[in-house]
């Protein structure tokens, strides 16, 4: 996947995920498009999301099929964590968002894999989802 659709990608999901109230009112802006790790948290809860390489057909170069990882997490308990996934699920899940020409719909292929770090006492979960992206373009 070009690194433009990519980046595309990343700025409609998040943009989508924080205009919902749900998500603003557990999270406000701390859905952040990166790997755990990568970022430093001072404030819980929070999510983030990585979108990483798919499937692309070389017959259809318009039509793109990256993978998406979704993390929530939690200083407070599971049941935090499951509140700020159900309400990104809710805005997100199979909704056409519409970035540049381009046309894309996430959908989650596994539902949340739960975890807990005892280095920083945080509970996580973890869920896999898949996008479909055309380019009108």
Known sequence: MPIEDSQVARIAIRKTVLTGLTVQRLISNRFYPAEPGIYK????????????????????????????????????????????????????????????????????????????EPATEVFYLRASWAIRMVNYA
């Open 41 to 116: 948290v001072r404030r819980y809860p929070c999510a983030n999301f990585r979108i990483s390489g798919g499937v692309t057909d070389p017959d259809v170069k318009e039509y793109k099929k990256p993978d998406l990882v979704i993390w929530t997490h939690s200083t407070d308990s599971y049941d935090e964590a499951y509140k700020v996934y159900e309400a990104i699920f809710y805005a997100l899940h199979n909704e056409l968002l519409s970035e540049d020409e381009r046309g894309i719909v996430c959908k989650e292929d596994t539902r949340p894999m739960e975890a807990y």
